[in-house]
């Protein structure tokens, strides 16, 4: 879904668009128009933002089986920080409840400096249980985070979502040429992963065997926040390099751009994840 947001000036700019396809009106409508909005010169100044959660996934996103390996996402830190291994043990296992996630929210550009603006949310974290990693591996299946279905069926461990906005200025020429300008994105991008909550029954070598996931886990997950960088400095340089165009064809020109970028990052996310099979060729396991 894209989301634009357009002020009176858009408005003027659709009038003038409407109008100069009458030849009459060719020259003498930006003139009327930098009037109407107390410009010096005959050139009108457009601002607009868009936002796009990707349609499809550009996320590792691995599907929970209990009877087999458990590969789930993991967040891009350093995995010495994350709490996989609390220090405090719990008395017994306890029921996981399923937690709340929602996909992060577009970057409001509009006090951003021009270029790439880049958050990443501190990462959340659901508790598991379980003194065997079979238990570990159905507290996953039972109370794995919410996603989108449309984008992948399953039950997943983990999610990393991922909001690409950007913002520009359009400046029209008495010539009808339209030229892009100021230009922003803004990456935003928030992860949910498990916590093993361990007791003192857990089995011999689990501790460790779950920490050994979770670190190559993390190589995995740091390679898709890499691509959704690469392609969010990609997507910046695309739009800057947008020549002047006609304006009739000008806003579809843009559009076409970022969505050429949105499902190249697709395509990117997807071959990785089909290379490394998720993360198991990089011994991303729990046995």
Request: proline residues 7%; charged residues 10%; hydrophobic residues 40%.
């Amino acid at each position: 879904m894209i989301q634009s947001t357009a002020t009176f000036t858009s408005f003027l700019y659709r009038a003038y668009v409407a109008l100069r396809s009458q030849t009459r009106f060719a020259w003498i409508l930006p003139v009327l128009l930098a009037m109407l909005i107390g410009m010096p010169s005959p050139i009108l100044q457009l601002s607009t933002t868009a936002s796009l959660i990707p349609s499809s996934r550009v996320n590792a996103l691995a599907q929970l089986d209990p009877a087999a390996s458990l590969v789930p996402s993991v967040a891009p830190s350093d995995s010495s920080n994350a709490p996989v291994t609390p220090s405090a043990q719990v008395a017994a296992p306890q029921d996981c409840t399923t937690p709340a996630y929602s996909s992060p929210a577009p970057i409001n550009l509009s006090s951003q400096a021009n270029g790439l603006t880049h958050t990443i949310d501190a990462t959340t974290y659901y508790k598991v249980y379980g003194n065997t990693a079979k238990q570990i591996k159905t507290q996953l299946f039972q109370c794995a985070p919410p996603h989108d279905s449309s984008i992948e069926a399953g039950n997943f461990a983990a999610e990393t979502g991922g909001n690409l906005s950007w913002h520009y200025d359009t400046t029209i020429s008495p010539d009808g040429l339209c030229t892009i300008g100021n230009v922003k994105v803004g990456l935003h991008i928030n992860m949910i992963l498990p916590s093993w909550q361990p007791t003192g029954s857990a089995t011999a070598g689990l501790a460790s065997n779950w920490q050994n996931m979770i670190d190559r886990l993390t190589v995995h997950e740091n390679e898709h926040v890499a691509l959704y960088q690469q392609y969010a400095n990609q997507l910046l340089s695309d739009l800057r390099s947008i020549p002047a165009t006609s304006c009739p064809a000008f806003a579809d020109t843009v559009a076409a751009t970022a969505a050429g970028d949105v499902a190249s990052l697709n395509t990117a996310q997807a071959n990785y994840d089909a290379a490394t099979n998720h993360g198991i060729k990089q011994g991303a396991v729990l046995r």
